[in-house]
């Protein structure tokens, strides 16, 4: 059985090691760090020491999924803009070796889940790369919707230009499908 609990920074040693190559490590960190390969001592720095480089604390909710035989999946959770009403995921990434058994939309089902009866979020939003089609999918099974940005992101990585893909959810459109899946 999945379940999510707040992150703790002993869980980045297991994290990192999920990142075996650059390409993987870009499109979990959106080229948040500078460099590859990070530490775990690099993602606390990043998570609980960010000298104002990233969100505020009491706006930044690092999440890890576990089951039965221990961690499978993070991902962090942030307020846009200040509003209590948008929360942002980002961050995600599975365990290399649970990808494909459908860890990854059974977390971001528990996180969406989280974000509307817990946090008191009206709309749940997520960035994808457009050339991670499995996070893509994944994303879409657990029932995000393509969105059009106000502006086209694109970040530099491994030497070429990746575009993001927005998603997002409403909390109308989650009751609804939750009531449709026997939630």
């Not at 961690?71 to 942030?78: E, K, L, Q, T």
Request: charged share 30%.
């Amino acid at each position: 059985m999945l379940y999510l609990r707040p992150y703790k920074k002993e869980d980045a040693k297991v994290i990192v090691s999920w990142c075996k190559d650059e390409t993987t490590f870009r499109r979990w960190t959106f080229n948040r760090y500078d460099r590859y390969p990070i530490t775990e001592a690099d993602m606390n720095r990043k998570y609980f020491d960010c000298n104002g480089d990233c969100a505020e604390a009491d706006n930044f909710y690092p999440m890890t999924a576990c089951d039965e035989n221990g961690i499978v999946g993070h991902f962090i959770m942030r307020y846009v803009d200040g509003s209590p009403h948008i929360l942002r995921i980002g961050f995600v990434i599975v365990d290399d070796t649970k990808r494909g058994y459908g860890y990854g939309r059974k977390m971001i089902a528990l996180a969406i889940e989280y974000a509307f009866r817990i946090a008191g979020a009206e709309l749940v939003t997520i960035g994808v790369f457009a050339n991670n089609k499995p996070a893509y999918n994944c994303y879409k099974a657990a029932g995000f919707r393509d969105v059009q940005p106000k502006q086209q992101e694109v970040y530099e990585a491994a030497g070429e230009e990746w575009s993001v893909l927005e998603l997002a959810i409403e909390r109308d459109d989650y009751f609804l499908l939750s009531q449709g899946e026997g939630r």
